[in-house]
């Protein structure tokens, strides 16, 4: 089983990029477990066609220890087994809870032993990288963690302070980063930035997405890009990205039982 945490500022794209991502590696046969660790609670909402997934936080305060795994798992486009953490009512309440929470009642339930998930992606918001928000990057959750950014000021900073936790956090022996996504918004000097913040932290880009309306299309058919328009050169995008991401975390898990 191989495990994704993938980390970037609210607004960078994140979400749209790890369904595609999602949609990609289930086009190749895996079996793909992704899970939203957002308060949101939209990580995952492409995949199911604009329908909602409770999510595991509202789903264990309600049901407390009555709590099943077909209450807080749906299936998705292509089988994708579909999780969100979900989080408290704004300003009451810590949104990390529900990410600790959700990876803890997965476990209790069940979830990797009924789906065996040749694919676990984490897909987490990374504006805040303390507590609940860190719970990926631990030991036993995550294999390798990579971050989606553009060449905005604000994403850079966001991707330097996560790519300084993993740095951080590395010693403990949890996941290690495995690359930059750059998704393009088109400012000034951008692949220059992004390969800057590459070299700062001794890793690469493994994969450029083109700013392209296709995917804003997809969303207002509230398709992933690769189930809306899958001959599209955007598709193929991600098709290439889900490919050098599953390529990293090989690479790391061979030199690992070597």
Do not use: W
């Amino acid at each position: 089983m191989i495990k994704i945490a993938v980390y970037g500022k609210g607004g960078i794209g994140k979400s749209t990029t790890v369904s595609n991502v999602a949609a990609a590696l289930a086009e190749q046969g895996l079996k793909v477990l992704q899970i939203g660790c957002d308060p949101k609670a939209d990580s995952t909402i492409l995949l199911r066609h604009g329908e909602e997934v409770p999510t595991v936080l509202h789903m264990y305060q309600e049901k407390k220890q009555n709590l099943k795994l077909e209450d807080i798992v749906k299936i998705g486009y292509k089988g994708i087994v579909c999780v969100e953490a979900g989080g408290p009512t704004p300003g009451l309440g810590c949104a990390g809870r529900g990410i600790i929470t959700a990876l803890e009642k997965l476990e209790e339930t069940g979830a990797y032993e009924k789906y065996q998930p040749d694919v676990v992606l984490y897909d987490v918001l990374g504006d805040v990288v303390c507590g609940g928000f860190s719970m990926p990057m631990r030991n036993g959750y995550a294999d390798k963690i990579f971050i989606v950014t553009s060449g905005e000021n604000m994403a850079i900073h966001a991707g330097a302070n996560i790519a300084m936790a993993v740095e951080n956090f590395k010693n403990r022996g949890y996941a290690t980063l495995g690359g930059l996504i750059l998704n393009r918004r088109n400012v000034p000097r951008e692949e220059e930035k992004v390969k800057e913040l590459a070299e700062d932290f001794h890793t690469d880009i493994v994969g450029t997405l083109t700013r392209s309306e296709v995917v804003q299309q997809a969303e207002e058919q509230k398709k992933t890009v690769l189930e809306a328009f899958p001959e599209s050169e955007m598709a193929e995008e991600y098709r290439i990205l889900a490919k050098a991401i599953l390529m990293k975390v090989r690479e790391k898990q061979e030199v690992s039982n070597a």
